[in-house]
């Protein structure tokens, strides 16, 4: 039996420090790449089902998903970006 590594497209909440006048302002430094993050604020909300692997990219997968019952709306296998099978040396 193989092992794979499989990532899955998740939503979190982060929190920044940002200094500025308004908040608009720090929104805009936040964006732009000048917020500092706040330890242990980093949550977990829900996996993304609206991003994946294009099922044309990996038609052998879409085929699986969608014989185990498994819908591929929009043409996307939910939630994985990528699937790689792990080869252990020894």
Same mark, same amino acid.
């Given at each position: ?11 979190? #909440?982060?929190?920044?420090? #940002?200094?500025?006048?308004?908040? /608009?302002?720090? #929104?805009?430094?936040?964006?732009? /790449? ?17 991003? /994946? ?15 185990? /019952? ?18 252990? #040396?020894?």
């Amino acid at each position: 039996m193989a092992t794979f590594e499989i990532e899955q497209y998740e939503l979190h #909440v982060m929190t920044y420090r #940002v200094e500025a006048d308004t908040p /608009g302002e720090a #929104v805009v430094k936040l964006l732009q /790449g000048h917020g500092e993050p706040l330890d242990d604020t980093l949550e977990f909300i829900e996996v993304c089902h609206d991003k /994946g692997i294009a099922a044309d990219s990996a038609p052998d997968l879409a085929t699986h998903l969608r014989q185990a /019952g498994i819908e591929l709306g929009g043409g996307v296998v939910p939630l994985i970006p990528t699937v790689r099978e792990c080869y252990q #040396v020894g």
